[in-house]
Nanobody, 122 residues
Framework: QVQLVESGGGSVQAGGSLRLSCAVSGYTYSTYCMGWFRQAPGKEREGVASISSTGRTTYADSVKGRFTISKDNDKNMFTLQMNSLKPEDTAMYYC????????????????WGQGTQVTVSS
């Protein structure tokens, strides 16, 4: 019912920036939460940032002040602007959507993109 496709991943040097984008299609009218998650090898999946349909945002402590999540309703897109990247940000990044709930600070998202790799070198 909801489809998501990420883009914008790649390799960057420490201190650099990347912008990830997620295209959303399907029943977007009932998609109240959009989020970014990441998973590095050997680590648990981590919620990075979320944004609700009302514009409320949340961030993991590890990315506060460096990452910004935003959305463009007209284009059915949301983005993650990542600045001051660190090697520990290296991970597979996934965009996700949650329907029928405004509780966005959770890992219980029902729809996921295919992932895009972000690699930060020192």
């Amino acid at each position: 019912q909801v489809q998501l496709v990420e883009s914008g991943g790649g390799s960057v040097q420490a201190g650099g920036s990347l912008r990830l984008s997620c295209a959303v299609s399907g029943y977007t009218y009932s998609t109240y939460c959009m989020g970014w998650f990441r998973q590095a090898p050997g680590k648990e999946r981590e919620g990075v940032a979320s944004i609700s349909s009302t514009g409320r945002t949340t961030y993991a402590d590890s990315v506060k002040g460096r990452f910004t999540i935003s959305k463009d309703n007209d284009k059915n897109m949301f983005t993650l602007q990542m600045n001051s990247l660190k090697p520990e940000d290296t991970a597979m990044y996934y965009c996700a959507a949650r329907r029928w709930s405004y509780v966005c600070e959770t890992n219980e998202y029902g729809y996921w993109g295919q992932g895009t790799q972000v690699t930060v070198s020192s």
